[in-house]
């Protein structure tokens, strides 16, 4: 029997201001993942101005397993009437394909619910899209409950002209 190489640790940590590059790559790898290219493509300077500057848009966290980012997670804070809490809504969960199935997604999601707790949180909600058996899966194992819903989007123009009613 040979004794095979031990598997190395997934590290979770905020995101550096200096892995504007990588976070970028990351983002884009999502977003393109099986699919036609975003709309907008994320840019390194893009993740520096809205995640990784002073003031950004949500929480970031990244994943490092052999010395290397190989996922991220994103999490907004929400505060939800129905449970009388906060928590964190998630955004995106990515692990590149060659790290999957190593608890990198495990230990994304597990940071990003200690991090909705530090700050009085007590729930993490996502969504998954239709198809998507592999998140699915994960739902179902973590004891996540299954809620049906519809979700809704307004951008782009009609985003526009929804916030121009606003000015009378």
Known sequence: MTAGRAASPVRVRAARADEGEA????????NTDGRASPAVPMTAEMARRDLLGPSPWCTLLVAELDGALVGYVTGQ???????????????????????????????????LAAEARQGGGRFVW?????????????????????????????????????????RG
């Open 23 to 30: 976070v970028a790559a990351l983002i884009n790898a999502l």
């Open 77 to 111: 804070r929400i505060y939800d009437t129905a449970h009388a809490s906060g928590g964190l809504l998630l955004g995106d969960l990515y692990v590149v394909p060659k790290a999957r199935r190593r608890g990198v997604g495990r230990a994304l999601l597990a940071r």
């Open 126 to 166: 996502w969504g998954v899209e239709p198809g998507d058996d592999a998140a699915l899966s994960l739902c179902l194992r973590l004891g996540a409950q299954i809620e049906p819903i519809l979700g809704a989007l307004v951008a782009d123009y009609p985003f526009d002209r929804l916030a121009e009613e606003a």
